[in-house]
T-cell receptor, first 115, second 112 residues
Framework: NAGVTQTPKFQVLKTGQSMTLQCAQD?????MSWYRQDPGMGLRLIHY???????DQGEVPNGYNVSRSTTEDFPLRLLSAAPSQTSVYFC??????????????FGAGSRLTVL | GQQVMQIPQYQHVQEGEDFTTYCNSS?????IQWYKQRPGGHPVFLIQ?????EVKKQKRLTFQFGEAKKNSSLHITATQTTDVGTYFC????????????FGTGTSLTVIP
């Protein structure tokens, strides 16, 4: 049981390049999400999904795309990287418990630098 | 804008001193969770509070959820070096479906 797996762990991009951050979970979690973490800003929600085929925007969705073709995978795409997207990205998933609340399990993070 | 605010941003304490971080929301929360992130690591779930006025304890950690379900606090008694890290609250805002809004975090340094 690997939990939430993110790849790559580190990436350096040039402005304008595109890339995909991969996220996979093996816990059969319905809910998956992407956060970015910046100093002094905490964790901000980029996009989330409540199940395969369903995605929605979070607080800071601009410049990012997501898709959810399977329950296990939730990739985050940067279409044209900008220096403002330099950050640490976390993927998180959860199982919707009986109380309706989602306890998040986070991946190890992906540190992205855009030059 | 940021819906969940957390203070202080940084806290340095001598080992053995107590520590408290506060979380405040501009809107009513369905529930609140607390996470701990060790330096260089990822957030790890600590606890969830659901009921108004709820208090939960985990060894030296005490968590409270306000009566109005708009604020919460985490108190650590007699800090240890293993408590070092950043503590985040995350509030589930009632009218936003499945969105958890994280606080800005409090970074705790424990001086031996």
């Amino acid at each position: 049981n690997a939990g939430v797996t993110q790849t790559p762990k580190f990436q350096v991009l040039k402005t304008g390049q595109s890339m995909t951050l991969q996220c996979a979970q093996d816990m059969n979690h319905e809910y998956m999400s992407w956060y970015r973490q910046d100093p002094g800003m905490g964790l901000r929600l980029i996009h989330y999904s409540v199940g395969a085929g369903i995605t929605d925007q979070g607080e800071v969705p601009n410049g990012y795309n997501v898709s959810r073709s399977t329950t296990e995978d939730f990739p985050l795409r940067l279409l044209s990287a900008a220096p403002s997207q330099t950050s640490v990205y976390f993927c998180a998933s959860s199982y919707r418990g009986y109380s309706g609340a989602n306890v998040l399990t986070f991946g190890a993070g992906s540190r992205l630098t855009v030059l | 804008g940021q819906q969940v605010m957390q203070i202080p941003q940084y806290q340095h304490v001598q080992e053995g001193e107590d520590f408290t971080t506060y979380c405040n929301s501009s809107t009513t929360l369905s529930n609140i969770q607390w996470y701990k992130q060790r330096p260089g690591g990822h957030p790890v779930f600590l606890i969830q509070l659901v009921k108004s006025g709820e208090v939960k304890k985990q060894k030296r950690l005490t968590f409270q959820f306000g009566e109005a379900k708009k604020n919460s606090s985490l108190h650590i008694t007699a800090t240890q070096t293993t408590d070092v890290g950043t503590y985040f609250c995350a509030g589930l805002v009632t009218n936003t479906g499945n969105q958890f809004y994280f606080g800005t975090g409090t970074s705790l340094t424990v001086i031996p």
